[in-house]
């Protein structure tokens, strides 16, 4: 079964650095997404991704976030200048149809673990 | 305030007995709602999705309920096994994104 797959599992860096996480969604899907997750807390939307151009974002997604489709297979979470607060798992989730379409369950990878020290 | 709220406690349960988890929502009106299973350091998996226009969707073991007026979705596991212990998140439409509730972590013992 096709699967996302996130790059890298864990990364580490220091404060003030800028961090690219990668992402390969399903082939055949048209929206991306990005979650995160603090650890012990729930999963919190980010950014929805359709058409290359942001369809909706969240208070989280300042202007130290950027998403970024360079070619036909990746989608990028770049931050600018971590905080220490931006320590997380960060999931991207792809789906066939966007989520307002009623039939559209999102497929998750399994993370890149942010530690930002 | 929107809101969606899972119970935050566990969920302990005996091998072979029916696990029932609560998602009650505020201040949101879904056009359907999902649940999703999540394993230590993974990503959630998707389970099962209902319309507002459904009452009531079965999987397998798994069934969900949805009512739109009490603002409410239930989640039950039959025949519960130790393979089901996880968390359990409910997620709701809102536009252009799905809305995860704090989860449900379950165990299921033997």
């Known amino acids: 079964e096709p699967e996302v797959t996130q790059t890298p599992s864990h990364q580490v860096t220091q404060m003030g650095q800028e961090v690219i996480l990668r992402c390969v969604p399903i082939s055949n899907h048209l929206y991306f997404y990005w979650y995160r997750q603090i650890l012990g807390q729930k999963v919190e939307f980010l950014v929805s991704f359709y058409n290359n151009e942001i369809s909706e974002k969240s208070e989280i997604f300042d202007d130290q976030f950027s998403v970024e489709r360079p070619d036909g297979s990746n989608f990028t979470l770049k931050i600018r200048s971590t905080k220490l607060e931006d320590s997380a798992m960060y999931f991207c989730a792809s789906s066939a149809v966007g989520t307002g379409a009623g039939n559209s369950p999102l497929h998750f990878g399994n993370g890149t673990r942010l530690t930002v020290t | 305030s929107q809101k969606i709220e899972q119970n935050s406690e566990a969920l302990n349960i005996q091998e072979g007995k029916t696990a029932t988890l609560t998602c009650n929502y505020t201040?949101?009106?879904?056009?359907?709602l999902q649940w999703y299973r999540q394993d230590p350091g993974r990503g959630p998996v998707f389970l099962l999705l209902i319309r507002e226009n459904e009452k009531e969707k079965r999987k397998e073991r798994l069934k969900v309920t949805f009512d739109t007026t009490l603002k409410q979705s239930l989640f039950h596991i039959t025949a519960s096994q130790p393979a089901d212990s996880a968390t359990y998140l409910c997620a709701l439409d809102d536009t252009d994104k799905l809305i995860f509730g704090t989860g449900t972590r379950l165990q299921v013992f033997p």
């Open positions: 201040n949101y009106s879904p056009a359907y």
